[in-house]
């Protein structure tokens, strides 16, 4: 057992519009499903514990690329877009802001009895990875979002953010049941209880270790605890800057959408004719399902997928945001019935993006990129937080 990493995000004022709320549902839904159907939920989990991949796919949902915003909005649109599937993708999202915090338990007990495990075991394991983040540990932040998430197999991920009103930040923890090396590592091994499945109980001798490891990082220094996760720490300004993402990777996706030949290549691999705005977001989803973990060391560049909500670094193309889903739902159901080509292809576009860039290196034109996306906006339904008014807003 493990925390598995730690984000530092600056404190953003403002909500999520329902158009952008439902779209990032479905977005979610269907990106974890696709994960799911390639690698697993233990592999699921394991992105989620990852605070650069989770920075990442909320840029790509079209949140604010760094903002607190980013854990309460992607929890919150995940937990609505996957509900309706968990049983079907063994995946429950527990949890959330406030009050949704404050249902956790009884959320863990309802799954738990579902499908076998101690629930009391998983909601004290809920309690615990709260009061370290928000007692333990020392560093001035107070936990009001606690999201659980756990498998059908008993598996579980949390995602927690805290407030520091003195500094203006917010922190979010990410923490990992399984002691997972590889990205695509399978699941743990399990304690074996009744016939009904696979459980978890920590309460029972064989999970000493994992009793044991809670302890000591409860009884850690904060600065050697917080040394040995994953630190993403993200600057406090709003627009995308070149400094922030990795040029050569962008310009790999922006020239299979917009060169000719690599542009027709990406299309077979995909199977399906599409615009080079449509193929540009399916490149960045692809990499954010199949990508490794290397690959999400500057999130913000996930922006260009579907620009943010407050227009950074371009406004939410609203026609290419449907077309991704479409896309994708339609994958998936093709899926169901046992025909993988196009849910494949996903696969073949992010290995033919790596090879585009490290064969040919290509660089991204920073300036004119988002000159060019900003021209198109209004033929593709561009669309910000500031283009409505406030009764219109809808909050997670």
């Not at 930040?169 to 049941?177: F, I």
């Not at 198109?376 to 807003?393: A, C, M, Y």
Request: proline content about 5%.
């Amino acid at each position: 057992m493990k925390r598995s990493g730690i984000a530092d995000l600056p404190l953003h004022g403002g909500r999520v519009p329902r158009w952008l709320a439902e779209r990032m549902a479905g977005l979610g839904a269907a990106i974890t499903e696709v994960i799911v159907h390639d690698y697993g939920t233990s592999a699921f989990l394991s992105r989620l514990s990852d605070p650069f991949w989770f920075q990442a796919l909320g840029a790509v949902m079209g949140m604010d690329w760094h903002s607190s915003g980013v854990t309460t909005s992607v929890m919150g649109a995940l937990k609505r877009g996957l509900t309706p599937r968990a049983q079907e993708l063994g995946i429950y999202i527990c949890g959330g802001r406030g009050r949704f915090a404050r249902n956790t338990p009884q959320e863990l007990r309802t799954v738990a009895e579902r499908h076998g495990f101690d629930g009391d075991a998983l909601v004290r394991t809920s309690r615990l990875t709260a009061r370290i983040d928000n007692n333990a540990i020392a560093d001035g932040f107070q936990i009001y979002l606690h999201s659980f998430v756990v498998t059908s197999n008993g598996e579980w991920a949390v995602v927690q953010q805290g407030l520091n009103e003195r500094s203006g930040m917010a922190r979010r923890y990410h923490w990992h049941s399984a002691s997972v090396v590889d990205f695509v590592a399978e699941p743990h091994t399990a304690i074996v209880g009744p016939p009904q499945g696979v459980i978890m109980n920590l309460v029972d001798a064989q999970a000493r270790p994992a009793q044991d490891a809670l302890l000591e990082l409860a009884r850690e220094k904060p600065e050697k605890t917080l040394a040995a996760a994953r630190h993403l720490r993200l600057p406090a300004q709003h627009e995308v800057r070149a400094e922030n993402i990795d040029l050569k990777r962008l310009g790999a996706v922006l020239a299979i959408a917009y060169e000719r030949d690599l542009h027709g290549f990406a299309e077979l691999l995909l199977l399906e004719k599409l615009g080079p705005r449509t193929l540009q977001s399916l490149a960045l989803i692809a990499e954010v399902i199949h990508g490794a973990p290397s690959h999400f060391s500057d999130p913000a560049r996930f922006s260009f997928a579907h620009g943010g909500k407050d227009g950074h670094p371009f406004p939410v193309p609203l026609k290419t945001y449907d077309e991704s889903i479409d896309w994708l739902r339609n994958s998936l159901d093709g899926a169901k019935i046992g025909d993988n080509d196009k849910i494949d292809g996903l696969r073949r576009l992010e290995r033919f993006v790596r090879s585009v860039e490290t064969e040919l290196k290509p660089t991204a034109d920073f300036d004119a990129a988002i000159a060019h996306e900003k021209a198109i906006s209004r033929s593709l339904d561009g669309r910000t937080v500031f283009d409505l008014k406030p009764r219109q807003l809808s909050l997670f």
